[in-house]
């Protein structure tokens, strides 16, 4: 796209995400149904797995940063929770079902407060950032937590509520620390992935080669989502969390699981956009 400026044609920045990076890796036809024909708000579903991971989400959001830490006890983060659940209780089949991740829910903060360090004062959360990388190619990412280690360099910490995978992918993780280390002038030298159910983190280095390969990585969808005009829908497991299943040539009416994999949960926005503009 491009807009007139001066008599010239200016080309917009390419804006992209870890999850636009991710649905465009998996399917371009999807890729092009939510940035480009921007049909996600007519066509997206509440899901259980969603509602209660953005529950968990917000409680530990509000817990770190908004709770001094001589008050975060199991008593304030059932209650944060709580409050979060009465304000949206979407996607559930009864109330048997809501329960049940009701209590998953209640089970995952709970556990986080009596196995992790909750004195930990986060440098942020849940905070967007934006980079620019590259010529036009603007990436946006947002970490669920970033904290300060003592010896002053930047950890990124991000919560799933899900199943830990067999294998790791950290692409997530190398695009947040990508933009972080544009934004920060600490280095970002660690990348965990947190799991709240079975209480376990897994941690990554993050090294200046690291960071180098995850921008040419970048670089390289760019090009291609730049390139790219036919489209083709590619299905496969991912399309048991699409959105577009109703209006797919090539996958229709697919059952809604009742969970999701890990990087591929998006999570509702609390104030900060995610970069939905190709
Ligand atoms: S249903 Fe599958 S093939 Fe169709 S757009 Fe979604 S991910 Fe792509």
């Not at 917009?12 to 092009?32: A, N």
């Not at 990348?191 to 040419?216: C, H, K, N, Q, R």
Request: overall charge positive.
């Amino acid at each position: 796209m491009s807009a007139a400026a001066g008599g010239k044609s200016v080309a917009r920045p390419l804006r992209l995400s870890p999850t636009s990076v991710s649905v465009f890796t998996q399917c371009r036809y999807q890729y092009k149904l939510r940035y480009i024909d921007k049909l996600r708000d007519q066509y997206a579903r509440a899901k259980p797995y969603l509602t209660m991971a953005n529950h968990v989400h917000a409680t530990l959001r509000d817990f770190l940063s908004r709770v001094p830490p001589d008050r975060r006890t199991l008593e304030t983060v059932e209650a944060l929770l709580r409050d979060h659940w009465r304000r949206s209780r979407v996607g559930f089949r009864g109330e048997v079902d809501e329960q049940r991740w009701a209590n998953k829910a209640m089970a995952q903060v709970k556990t986080f407060t009596e196995r992790w360090d909750v004195t930990v004062q986060p440098l942020m959360v849940e905070k967007g950032l934006e980079a620019q990388l590259g010529s036009g190619i603007v990436l946006y990412a947002k970490a669920d937590r970033v904290d300060r280690e003592a010896d002053g360099n930047l950890h990124i910490v991000d919560y799933k509520t899900g199943n830990k995978p067999p294998k790791t992918d950290w692409t997530q993780l190398f695009l947040q620390a990508l933009v972080l280390s544009r934004r920060q002038s600490a280095p970002v030298d660690r990348a965990s992935f947190l799991y709240l159910g079975p209480s376990a983190m897994e941690t990554t280095s993050i090294s200046p080669d690291v960071l180098d390969g995850a921008l040419w990585e970048l670089l390289r969808t760019a090009r291609k989502v730049r390139q790219e005009s036919k489209y083709r829908a590619t299905p496969g497991t991912w399309c048991g969390y699409c959105d577009f299943t109703p209006i797919c040539t090539a996958r229709g009416g697919e059952a809604t699981p009742s969970s999701a994999p890990e990087g591929q949960l998006e999570l509702w926005d609390y104030g900060l956009e995610e970069a939905d503009d190709p």
